[in-house]
């Protein structure tokens, strides 16, 4: 597919015009990022495993009916998905005690959590994407009660179906985060989830000895963050099982 005009460029990805009206190209690239780009890395083939990992992720929501914009794969590092109006907010579900929220109150990291708990995140990394809490998301207009209901119905769903994704391949979802956008059918809207879903927006850690299997491997230096990424899609089908380091990964198509 030609590539055609570019639409916004972030830390982990590009969007670019679709082939088609309504459609955007995601490209995944092998930047990785921490506290707020403080510290950057380039990290051959961490594209990749986004882009096949978010798949696999987006395609296992659709199959449990929970709706997205993900449509297909293009390649190793492209996807086609619909454009959509993102809600700016960065959603957290948390099922344990970790990283900013173990910090500021002061738990044990690893603590379980009575029941999964969701913040909010207004997305703006000048600001350091702060914690909103509902009444500021009403009150400024970024969404609706009604927005909020169904978005926390939705991140349940989505917090459902990976922890027991995850679970059934011996790692426990610590905590993810996913953007949700709005689909306009004339005056209908239709709140789907966009972005991607990933080891960069999880918090991932064997079940067994507690290894980390996400992006903290590189907020923490712990490792090899392409490693990590790729036991992740070992695990779940996406690699095969006896492949060893790689930098350039070799993934089932």
């Not at 708990?117 to 009444?135: A, Q």
Request: aromatic letters at 8%; hydrophobic letters at 40%.
């Amino acid at each position: 597919m030609a590539r055609r005009k570019k639409i916004y460029e972030g830390k982990a990805k590009i969007l670019y015009e679709g082939p088609e009206p309504g459609t955007l190209v995601q490209y995944f690239k092998d930047d990785a990022t921490a506290f707020n780009a403080e510290k950057h890395a380039v990290i051959e083939g961490k594209g990749v495993l986004n882009n096949r990992l978010s798949e696999f992720f987006m395609t296992g929501l659709a199959q449990v009916g929970i709706p997205t914009h993900f449509l297909r794969r293009l390649n190793m590092r492209e996807q086609l998905v619909r454009q959509v109006e993102i809600i700016p907010l960065e959603i957290i579900v948390r099922n344990f005690a970790a990283g900013s929220m173990a910090k500021r109150l002061g738990m044990e990291e690893g603590a379980a959590l009575p029941q999964p708990i969701i913040e909010f995140s207004l997305k703006d990394d000048k600001l350091g994407d702060p914690l909103v809490p509902e009444e500021y998301i009403i009150a400024f207009q970024w969404a609706s009660q009604q927005d909020l209901d169904d978005i926390v119905r939705l991140a349940l769903r989505v917090n459902d179906f990976m922890s027991g994704a995850m679970y059934g391949v011996g790692i426990k979802l610590v905590d993810f985060k996913i953007e949700v956008g709005r689909i306009w059918d004339g005056d209908f809207q239709r709140l789907v989830v966009a972005d991607e879903i990933s080891p960069d927006s999880c918090r991932l850690w064997d079940l067994q000895s507690g290894e980390k299997l996400d992006k903290d491997v590189f907020r923490r230096d712990l490792g090899n963050l392409t490693d990590a990424y790729a036991e992740v899609a070992r695990r779940l089908g996406v690699m095969p099982t006896n492949a060893t380091h790689i930098t350039k990964p070799t993934l089932i198509n």
